[in-house]
């Protein structure tokens, strides 16, 4: 199999920006809707974040 051509885990200075100077949020947790539309669904609870799993479990993820 091999390794990919370019670099691994290379990010770009943009991301590296974003992640040393992040927006501020409310939200502390996310989960993909696992629906095909590669869309999340964002909490600020930790309740709220289980719903959304469990929204996403029924959606077909695991």
């Known amino acids: 199999m091999g390794l ?3 670099p691994i885990c290379n990010p ?8 040393a100077n992040p927006l501020p949020s409310k939200y502390l947790f996310y989960v993909s809707k696992n629906d095909g539309t590669g869309l999340h669904w964002f909490a600020r609870t930790e309740a709220e974040h289980i719903a959304n799993i ?5 959606n077909g993820g695991g």
């Open 12 to 19: 770009s200075e943009e991301s590296i920006r974003a992640a």
């Open 54 to 58: 469990k929204r996403a479990a029924a």
């Open 4 to 6: 990919p051509p370019g």
